[in-house]
């Protein structure tokens, strides 16, 4: 059982636009989500996170949105630059260390 | 910022042999760190976490036999795979957080092990 679903595998957008990567999940027991990024051959990097007492956190270009009755985080980079491709993990937490992630969105770029 | 490592990148091994990866924490002293497995197009999935000069902490359905985590020391931590089969081939991450653990503690990850049994 998916915890934590992306539903898009892959997105494409073009650079200077707004990218929006989408992240739904299920057990309302969650009350922490973060956002990873990573490049090939490399370890997942932390980006931005954010707590079920917020709807809303932003970091210079990256802003994540909480939607606690829908179930639903996304994250907003905006403006998208070609560095900015790569995956996506979204991941969630029930109070403990233990995070569940999603499967990933691969962000493209295009220049 | 806080940098990880493991090694090896990748290992290919025969079946029923053993297999060491090393996680180390190269900037910073890793109080807890953890071992995911990622198959392909699935997500991370969290096998164990490990306090450094305690037992490690296995997740439902891992068999802490055939994933020995040692974690001797704040800079380094060890899974070995024993008797390894190709159904274990897949990709192994670590992580280390230099706080108490807790969810809102930044894990750092490695690269990543890319190990394949023949």
């Known amino acids: 059982d998916q915890q934590v679903k992306q539903n898009s595998p892959s997105l494409s957008v073009q650079e200077g636009r707004i990218s929006i990567l989408n992240c739904d999940y299920t057990n309302s027991m969650f009350d922490y989500f973060l956002w990873y990024k990573k490049y090939p051959a490399e370890g997942p990097t932390f980006l931005i996170s954010?707590?079920?007492?917020?709807d809303k956190n932003e970091d210079g270009r990256f802003t994540v949105f909480l939607n606690k009755s829908a179930k639903h985080l996304s994250l907003h980079i905006v403006p998208s630059q070609p560095g900015d491709s790569a995956v996506y993990f979204c991941?969630?937490?029930?109070?403990?260390?233990?995070?569940?992630f999603g499967t990933g969105t691969r962000l493209k770029v295009l220049a | 910022g806080a940098v990880v490592s493991q090694h090896p990148s990748w290992v290919i091994c025969k079946s029923g042999t053993s297999v060491k990866i090393e996680c180390r924490s190269l900037d910073f002293q890793a109080t807890t760190m953890f071992w995911y497995r990622q198959f392909p197009k699935q997500s991370l999935m969290l096998m164990a976490t490990s306090n450094e000069g305690s037992k490690a902490t296995y997740e439902q359905g891992v068999e802490k036999d055939k994933f020995l985590i040692n974690h001797a020391s704040l800079t380094l931590s060890t899974l070995t795979v024993t008797s390894a089969h190709p159904e274990d081939s897949s990709f192994y991450i670590c992580?280390?957080?230099?706080?108490?653990?807790?969810?809102?503690?930044?894990?750092?990850f490695g690269p990543g092990t890319r190990l394949t049994v023949l």
């Open positions: 954010i707590s079920s007492i917020k």
């Open positions: 991941a969630a937490s029930a109070g403990t260390y233990k995070y569940i």
């Open positions: 992580s280390a957080t230099q706080d108490a653990g807790g969810p809102a503690d930044t894990q750092y």
